[in-house]
């Protein structure tokens, strides 16, 4: 009977969730139950949900009951950081069967296959499971890659976070940072490889700090990494600039596979807020960290972290952020409003800043975004790249990224599909992806 079951997923959140999402949906399937298509109703739906603001906690409360109005008989389960960090809160949404916490996500199936029959089968609700732990006992590792999307994988390299940081509930949703051996990466690599991907982006909460268990390397995994055949590409999901080191910035720039893309996360412009956000570094040295990737990888993408609104943050402290940022020039904001977290030091600072202010200055920095984005791809307008091609059509087109993660389009072409091209860039057009000329190998 559970072998009939349908299940689908949904995931909210970062990239680490995507992985781990894809990871327990292989589980299910292996343990005879049927993935629902896309749009297709499910017995059972598994929401891996994400906690970093309370909007993330208001999308899984509306996501639970859009799925219960759908399908009333639908098993609910969450997990994730919302689950971890507020199990009761989660359990009373109406319509949630399970709640499962970030150290217990690899025995999900199971604990689904011991609630299906008797909740399914009885047509009514009962009191909703929970199977969460405190902080101190977040020490496992989900090991986990995403396998849905035919050209890209994301793989998990680590866990949790042993940073303080004053706004942030990750330390207490995920644990401290650990990790699993090199080698073990390196297998996973490999997985990949043979379902033929071709890239893969290395993600997890502080990836930098890879090594804590292990007594390895952040280094040592990019290097071991880099000799995996069958993978093309590599990608560094985010890493602190604090341990954005220069052996990391060599070896990057001198790999033919990792590509010169980073995504660096500087959450404020003024050294008054970064102290008192907790973050180990100061503009001087997060700018001077910039500088030292582009001496080497001058066509480099940045994409950077930015929160606004944080309490006692002036317009002063804000004007300084932007103008911070335009003398920067990455490719790329994701600009965050301050949400107040509980049992986090911020959460306590007096001096909120007003949500109509904070929402402007999201606005004022995301429109800098767009500037400094269409900038970036205008002066690279003639110039040649490399470009994989990913498999969804749009239009009677195929998108594809170059090595410096600028987006592109071209006329669909099937055998292009999770290839790599030569191509000569055109203009941007207005949604910023822009136009290539495939060259002829």
């Given at each position: 009977m559970?072998s009939?079951?349908?299940?689908?997923?949904?995931?909210?959140?970062?990239?680490?969730?995507?992985?781990?999402?894809?990871?327990?949906?292989?589980?299910?399937?292996?343990s005879?139950f049927?993935?629902?298509?896309?749009g297709?109703s499910?017995?059972?739906?598994?929401?891996?949900s994400c906690?970093?603001?309370e909007h993330a906690?208001k999308k899984?409360r509306?996501?639970?009951r859009?799925?219960?109005?759908?399908?009333?008989?639908a098993?609910v389960v969450?997990?994730?950081c919302?689950a971890q960090?507020?199990p009761?809160e989660?359990a009373?949404?109406?319509?949630?069967d399970?709640?499962?916490?970030?150290?217990?996500k690899?025995s999900i199936?199971e604990?689904?296959?011991?609630?299906a029959?008797?909740?399914?089968?009885?047509g009514?609700r009962?009191?909703?499971?929970?199977?969460?732990?405190e902080?101190e006992e977040l020490t496992g590792f989900?090991?986990?890659f995403?396998?849905?999307?035919r050209?890209?994988s994301?793989l998990k390299v680590?866990?949790g976070?042993?940073?303080?940081?004053s706004?942030c509930?990750i330390?207490l949703a995920?644990?401290a940072?650990?990790?699993?051996?090199v080698?073990?990466?390196v297998e996973?690599?490999?997985?990949i490889a043979s379902r033929g991907?071709k890239?893969?982006v290395?993600?997890?909460?502080?990836i930098?700090d890879?090594?804590?268990?292990?007594?390895?390397s952040?280094?040592?995994?990019?290097e071991?990494?880099d000799?995996v055949?069958g993978?093309?590409?590599?990608?560094?999901?985010?890493?602190?600039?604090n341990?954005l080191?220069d052996?990391?910035i060599?070896?990057t720039?001198?790999s033919?596979?990792f590509?010169?893309?980073?995504?660096?996360?500087l959450q404020?412009?003024?050294?008054?807020?970064l102290a008192?956000?907790?973050?180990?570094?100061?503009?001087?040295?997060?700018a001077?960290?910039?500088?030292?990737?582009?001496?080497?990888m001058?066509?480099?993408?940045?994409?950077?972290?930015v929160?606004?609104g944080f309490?006692?943050?002036?317009?002063a402290d804000?004007?300084?952020?932007?103008?911070f940022?335009?003398?920067l020039?990455?490719?790329f904001?994701?600009?965050f409003p301050?949400s107040?977290?509980?049992h986090?030091p911020?959460?306590?600072m007096a001096?909120r800043?007003?949500?109509?202010?904070a929402a402007?200055r999201?606005k004022r920095?995301?429109?800098l975004?767009?500037?400094l984005h269409?900038?970036?791809c205008e002066?690279?307008?003639?110039r040649q790249?490399r470009?994989?091609?990913?498999?969804?059509?749009?239009?009677?087109?195929?998108?594809?990224?170059?090595e410096n993660?600028?987006?592109?389009r071209a006329?669909?072409?099937?055998e292009?599909i999770?290839?790599l091209s030569d191509?000569?860039?055109?203009?941007p057009?207005?949604?910023?992806?822009?136009?290539?000329?495939i060259l002829e190998?």
């Amino acid at each position: 009977m559970i072998s009939a079951k349908k299940v689908a997923f949904r995931t909210l959140g970062c990239k680490l969730n995507f992985s781990e999402t894809s990871t327990i949906a292989r589980a299910f399937e292996q343990s005879g139950f049927v993935r629902a298509k896309q749009g297709e109703s499910a017995d059972i739906y598994v929401i891996n949900s994400c906690s970093v603001t309370e909007h993330a906690d208001k999308k899984c409360r509306n996501l639970v009951r859009r799925l219960v109005r759908e399908n009333p008989r639908a098993l609910v389960v969450v997990t994730g950081c919302y689950a971890q960090l507020k199990p009761k809160e989660v359990a009373s949404i109406e319509g949630v069967d399970l709640v499962v916490g970030n150290n217990e996500k690899g025995s999900i199936p199971e604990q689904v296959a011991a609630l299906a029959s008797e909740r399914l089968t009885a047509g009514e609700r009962f009191g909703a499971v929970i199977h969460t732990c405190e902080v101190e006992e977040l020490t496992g590792f989900f090991a986990a890659f995403s396998s849905g999307d035919r050209t890209r994988s994301f793989l998990k390299v680590q866990d949790g976070c042993s940073y303080r940081c004053s706004y942030c509930t990750i330390p207490l949703a995920r644990g401290a940072s650990r990790n699993i051996p090199v080698a073990d990466l390196v297998e996973e690599a490999r997985q990949i490889a043979s379902r033929g991907q071709k890239e893969i982006v290395l993600t997890g909460i502080n990836i930098g700090d890879f090594g804590r268990t292990t007594g390895e390397s952040f280094l040592s995994l990019l290097e071991a990494l880099d000799e995996v055949e069958g993978i093309e590409r590599y990608r560094i999901s985010s890493i602190e600039p604090n341990l954005l080191t220069d052996p990391i910035i060599e070896f990057t720039a001198r790999s033919r596979k990792f590509q010169p893309h980073f995504h660096v996360p500087l959450q404020s412009g003024c050294d008054r807020i970064l102290a008192l956000m907790r973050r180990r570094y100061n503009t001087a040295r997060f700018a001077e960290r910039i500088e030292a990737v582009r001496r080497v990888m001058p066509d480099v993408f940045f994409g950077i972290d930015v929160i606004v609104g944080f309490p006692g943050e002036t317009e002063a402290d804000f004007e300084q952020t932007y103008r911070f940022l335009e003398t920067l020039r990455p490719a790329f904001l994701h600009v965050f409003p301050y949400s107040v977290r509980p049992h986090t030091p911020a959460a306590e600072m007096a001096d909120r800043v007003d949500a109509r202010i904070a929402a402007d200055r999201v606005k004022r920095l995301s429109e800098l975004s767009d500037r400094l984005h269409r900038t970036f791809c205008e002066e690279h307008i003639g110039r040649q790249a490399r470009v994989l091609w990913e498999s969804t059509r749009h239009g009677g087109d195929m998108l594809g990224y170059t090595e410096n993660y600028l987006r592109v389009r071209a006329p669909f072409q099937r055998e292009k599909i999770n290839t790599l091209s030569d191509v000569r860039l055109g203009k941007p057009g207005p949604d910023q992806v822009m136009s290539v000329e495939i060259l002829e190998s």
